[in-house]
T-cell receptor
């Protein structure tokens, strides 16, 4: 079974340009998460989809970031316009929709990440 | 403030030796604690997940402990192998969905 995939693996863009990252979760996983790690810092939560709905977007840094998950399958994260501080590795993760009793486990499977460099 | 602190920041050991990585957290309300292994260029992969009622959990040569009273966890690696070289990340889940990540410990196993 294929794991979580992300595209592209690397992206180098200039400040002010637009970049769109894509995540394909494990088939059948209703939950999809976006995370980001900037250099020297820990991985931080950006947002969480349940199917096509945004469950929690409290980690989105500002309105230059737009995440979508049309149809509840793959997701895109667009940064427009990109700034220098947006550089980092963007991870996507997915998990199954568990029963309430098991919800606390909710193991998340991570993709390999997209390394974004804004020059 | 929800925080996860890991030590040491980096560690170098010889192949075959054991090591222990530490994690202290201040997270509330606590749901569970996870240890992930992240190889260079890859995403994190789960090693163990423990709730507050679990004191220890093993996964092969990896053994995680949790002391919910002192809010400390450790990951013990036995008989290290070259393939254990990676970043080990302690992650605490806040009740709900949010995961709070530590910065990780970079382990290098040399022959």
């Amino acid at each position: 079974e294929a794991g979580v995939t992300q595209f592209p693996s690397h992206s180098v863009i200039e400040k002010g340009q637009t970049v769109t990252l894509r995540c394909d979760p494990i088939s059948g996983h209703d939950n999809l998460y976006w995370y980001r790690r900037v250099m020297g810092k820990e991985i931080k939560f950006l947002l969480h989809f349940v199917k096509e709905s945004k469950q929690d977007e409290s980690g989105m840094p500002n309105n230059r970031f737009l995440a979508e998950r049309t149809g509840g399958t793959y997701s895109t994260l667009k940064v427009q316009p990109a700034e220098l501080e947006d550089s980092g590795v963007y991870f996507c993760a997915s998990s199954q929709e568990g029963a309430e009793a098991r919800a606390s486990y909710n193991e998340q499977f991570f993709g390999p990440g997209t390394r974004l460099t804004v020059l | 403030k929800n925080q996860v602190e890991q030590s040491p920041q980096s560690l170098i050991i010889l192949e075959g030796k054991n090591c222990t990585l530490q994690c202290n957290y201040t997270v509330s309300p606590f749901s569970n604690l996870r240890w992930y292994k992240q190889d260079t260029g890859r995403g994190p992969v789960s090693l163990t997940i423990m709730t507050f009622s679990e004191n220890t959990k093993s996964n092969g040569r990896y053994t995680a402990t949790l002391d919910a009273d002192t809010k400390q966890s450790s990951l013990h690696i036995t008989a290290s192998q070259l393939s254990d070289s990676a970043s080990y990340i302690c992650v605490v889940r806040v009740a709900g969905t949010a995961l709070i990540f530590g910065k990780g410990t970079t382990l290098s196993v040399s022959s």
